[in-house]
């Protein structure tokens, strides 16, 4: 057996050649020019004119999220075989457990959840939703067993929402373990007084979304975190930024030194408010928070992606069927679901508008997809990148196909795709989680439950800059310098 990869563009986040790749079991094994099949078993792969991409990264998603008294429609076998399809080898999903719950029975829940249907690796971001000595003693036990990274919410009040006592000491403990605390940021008490004002005035359309959540009130969320990120120490990550006020204060912090690390998501940088405010409750379709924000903020995004102020580009991936659960809250926008499914979608787009549209070179395309998840939440070079002794999560990809989306050909289990007609120019032609094939042409063709609990450790946390191990491998090989 073993896998062969001939004549492939490699594209990382730092470098570009044709070469040869050979994966013998699950690591790729080595990176050369013309090699030849070891065994003659092994799978023959011919790449040539396909970019070989490290296998992309969604460092922000909720299968089978508990919210509003529903559940996110995908669990880890239709989301993950939706991932890989669309190139997607690891996600970092939200174990989210109520403020009720134990940490300890909310891990052992995503845990069995995961367990014999995910197709494709992950982690989890643990779900801080309250702190007291007897959580603190349970969040020390799950970091060490490898979930090296937190998420608070500093909105959903009631729901997940910690108070300020439970935000400073979660910091502490985060920066005692060296771990990264990722925040949902947006001030809940500004949520709740608008929405109630807004209600009351009989605003009840989703066109009521967003100005119930402006763009001040994540602002503030992120110069609250901020300030407790500076007076602990603790490295922080701001998930889902959607917009230029956020992300001033953001960078406003880092020049302070606040050791902070910022994503936005697909939704922000190619959908606005209009749609939210589309007639017949279509907006629905389009309701997540932080909301969809005016146009003039996307190419704020975009700029900050290209000039490394934004680090990663995630879905936040939180399907709920527009029919039976986003029309929950048709006679109140409080009450839809929040959520826009892109976990299946978000490379091909981010290649498609990014890449092909010329916002983003290559290797930006690659860091923000994968590489830069990989070394924030402790995965590279495990994962992130193409070298020897990497897992071989390869996205051999097609620059040349032609396609559109649509919820008629998707495999995430949702009713509606937000980018329905969408065109797209490039897809994975083949997929690999760890040396075996996963996807090939648009289809799963992967193992139910083969994927793994990543474990993580703190090794590399914050050495952005290391050299990479196949530096020395690289010199003897063809450097190409076309798109
Ligand atoms: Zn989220």
């Known amino acids: 057996m073993g896998l062969l990869i001939k004549n492939g563009e490699i594209v990382t986040g730092d470098s570009r050649y044709i070469a040869d790749i050979w994966c013998d079991g699950e690591p790729i094994t080595r990176i050369d020019s013309d090699i030849q099949a070891p065994t003659a078993t092994a799978e023959v792969i011919d790449a040539s004119g396909k970019y070989v991409f490290p296998g992309f990264i969604d460092p922000h998603t909720h299968i089978y999220l508990p919210f509003m008294g529903t559940f996110s429609k995908d669990d880890y076998e239709t989301g993950t075989k939706a991932a890989l399809v669309g190139g997607t080898t690891t996600i970092f999903d939200m174990c989210c457990p109520s403020r009720t719950m134990e940490p300890s029975e909310g891990f052992a829940t995503w845990t069995a959840?995961?367990?014999?249907?995910?197709?494709?690796?992950?982690?989890?971001?643990?779900?801080?939703?309250?702190?007291?000595?007897?959580?603190?003693?349970?969040?020390?036990?799950?970091?060490?067993?490898?979930?090296?990274?937190?998420?608070?919410?500093?909105?959903?009040?009631?729901?997940?929402?910690?108070?300020?006592?439970?935000?400073?000491?979660?910091?502490?403990?985060?920066?005692?373990?060296?771990?990264?605390?990722?925040?949902?940021?947006?001030?809940?008490?500004?949520?709740?007084?608008?929405?109630?004002?807004?209600?009351?005035?009989?605003t009840s359309g989703p066109e009521g979304h967003h100005d119930s959540r402006p763009p001040r009130v994540e602002a503030e969320g992120v110069h609250h975190l901020m300030s407790f990120a500076e007076m602990t120490g603790a490295p922080v990550y701001i998930v889902h930024l959607s917009c230029r006020e956020a992300l001033e204060e953001a960078l406003r912090a880092r020049l302070r030194g606040v050791q902070v690390w910022v994503e936005t998501l697909i939704q922000y940088l190619l959908l606005d408010k209009s749609h939210a405010e589309l007639p017949e409750f279509e907006g629905a379709k389009f309701v997540m928070s932080p909301p969809l924000r005016d146009k003039a903020n996307q190419p704020v995004l975009w700029n900050g992606l290209r000039q490394g102020l934004i680090n990663t580009v995630g879905t936040d991936h939180a399907p709920f069927d527009f029919a039976g659960q986003k029309s929950m809250g048709a006679d109140d926008f409080t009450r839809i679901p929040n959520g826009i499914p892109a976990l299946e979608d978000r490379v091909n787009l981010l290649y498609t508008y990014g890449v092909k549209a010329g916002r983003l070179d290559l290797h930006t395309f690659v860091k923000i997809a994968s590489t830069n998840a990989a070394k924030i939440f402790n995965l590279f070079p495990r994962k992130g990148t193409i070298q020897p002794g990497s897992d071989a999560?390869?996205?051999?990809?097609?620059?040349?196909?032609?396609?559109?989306?649509?919820?008629?050909?998707?495999?995430?289990?949702?009713?509606?795709?937000?980018?329905?007609?969408?065109?797209?120019?490039?897809?994975?032609?083949?997929?690999?989680v760890r040396g075996e094939v996963a996807a090939r042409d648009g289809k799963f063709v992967g193992t139910v439950g083969r994927g793994r609990l990543l474990q993580r450790s703190s090794k590399n946390v914050f050495d952005f800059d290391a050299p990479l191990a196949s530096d020395n491998n690289r010199i003897a090989l063809k450097r190409v310098g076309c798109q």
């Open 393 to 432: 999560d390869l996205v051999i990809y097609d620059p040349n196909y032609r396609g559109q989306l649509s919820a008629a050909t998707h495999l995430m289990n949702i009713d509606y795709n937000a980018f329905e007609g969408w065109p797209i120019e490039g897809r994975p032609s083949l997929v690999t």
């Open 113 to 202: 959840q995961a367990r014999g249907k995910a197709a494709c690796d992950y982690s989890f971001h643990m779900g801080v939703t309250r702190f007291n000595g007897n959580s603190a003693a349970q969040l020390r036990e799950i970091v060490a067993a490898g979930v090296q990274s937190f998420k608070i919410f500093l909105a959903y009040k009631g729901a997940f929402g910690i108070d300020d006592s439970e935000l400073y000491q979660t910091l502490k403990l985060a920066k005692e373990l060296g771990v990264v605390t990722t925040a949902h940021c947006e001030n809940e008490t500004l949520v709740a007084e608008t929405q109630q004002e807004l209600v009351t005035r009989g």
